[in-house]
């Protein structure tokens, strides 16, 4: 028992040993490290101010769940606890909130934001298909590794006998490799997500224009505002063209019968005839039948008109959009920092194993040569 006890300190002493070796051997060096920092430094500054600036716009919703009822007693409010929702998906509505981000993220509803026109900071109106491909900078870098890929559509687009569709309309259900191509990018930019405790919707949209990046979080609520009021009260438009349509005839058909009526009474006003007595009796039943029927299918048609206002998704705005004042990105201090990090490891891995892997190499070259 004693024998491993001392083996384990003087194991432990080695290593103290190895790393005060290594150390030393890095402190002899710190002129060495401390120009591969600097350069490290340089590259990262120029990386950083390479980057463009990304300005970042968040919205909070507080939606109308449809068919919220309460379930469960007491495990509702355990799992509640917990950060789960059970009554989320105990709806009869098909796109809870939780579908939202899969609804944001779809080729339609990108499709359909590409065409909306955004106002910049520098007073021009752009739509966003013109403010990804006109307007958006990327870094140099980028554009440098992106010249042979453009060289090779650019050949391509010469000697291709197809002609190219109009980038102005964009059908969602078949995309050019191009219009794909902004789709994704768009759908890069936007963002959401859902708490599953309080159903919350935030939003998230990221463009290199500040002003744009509001008026383009505002869009997107708005139009989702719209996917959903049109969806949860689809039904209950339905019902109410149908119940306008029957009152637009019953109307109709008390109209004539009413005016029938009129005209029988005016052509035997004179008459004392039993015969004529019986048929305007008749014509006033009918009358009044078409009333009733006339009556009934307009208290429908209003029922109807309220089913669809019940119908209707209310939204708390929580957080407003409002025009970023300062970029979200790229941190140019996270940047210096991690570039400065990533040469202190190299210069260290550099000059404590450097050396051993020279002399090795150089070892086994002269080993071969015997």
């Known amino acids: 028992m004693e024998e491993k006890l001392n083996e384990e300190a003087r194991h432990e002493e080695e290593q103290e040993i190895d790393l005060m070796e290594l150390a030393g051997q890095l402190w002899d060096k710190r002129r060495t490290i401390l120009k591969w920092c600097l350069v490290g430094a340089v590259v990262g500054l120029i990386v950083a101010f390479s980057i463009p600036r990304e300005y970042s716009t968040s919205v ?37 909130p939780q579908l939202y981000p899969d609804v944001l993220s779809s080729a339609p509803f990108m499709v359909d934001i590409l065409g909306v026109s955004l106002p910049t900071k520098d007073g021009e109106v752009y739509t966003v298909n013109e403010i990804l491909e006109d307007h958006t900078s990327s870094p140099w870098w980028g554009t440098v590794l992106g010249l042979p890929f ?11 006998d197809k002609e190219e569709t109009s980038e102005d309309s964009i059908n969602a259900f078949q995309l050019t490799p191009k219009q794909d191509l902004k789709v994704q990018a768009l759908s890069k930019r936007i963002s959401a997500s859902v708490d599953t405790k309080t159903s919350v ?6 463009m290199q224009d500040p002003v744009a990046s509001a008026h383009l979080a505002d869009t997107v609520v708005t139009r989702l505002q719209e996917y959903v009021t049109k969806y949860r009260t689809e039904k ?3 019902d109410l063209d149908y119940a306008k349509r029957i009152n637009d005839e019953a109307r109709e058909a008390y109209t004539e019968a009413q005016r029938t009526y ?11 005839s039993k015969a004529a007595s019986i048929e305007i009796e008749r014509l006033q039943n009918e009358a ?5 029927l006339y009556n009934t299918t307009a208290q429908q048609m209003q029922m109807a008109q309220a089913k669809v206002q019940e119908n209707t998704p209310v939204f708390t705005v929580v957080q407003p959009a409002s025009v970023p004042v300062k970029p979200s990105k790229p941190s140019k201090a996270m ?5 400065v990090f990533l040469a202190f490891v190299a210069s260290a891995a550099y000059i ?19």
């Open 201 to 206: 919707i935030t939003i998230g949209v990221m």
């Open 288 to 292: 009044s039948l078409a009333f009733n």
């Open 150 to 160: 453009k060289a090779i559509g650019a050949v391509r687009s010469l000697f291709s």
């Open 60 to 96: 909070k919703l507080a939606p109308e769940i449809a068919g919220n009822k309460t379930g469960g007693g007491g495990l509702s409010s355990l799992a509640s606890l917990a950060g789960i929702n059970l009554n989320a998906g105990a709806t009869a509505d098909a796109v809870y």
């Open 352 to 370: 404590l194993y450097f050396p051993k892997l020279k002399e090795s190499f150089v070892k086994a070259k002269e080993a071969k040569k015997e």
């Open 335 to 339: 940047i210096l920092i991690g570039f």
């Open 236 to 238: 209950a438009r339905k």
């Open 262 to 272: 009129a005209m029988a009474s005016d052509r035997n006003q004179s008459l004392s």
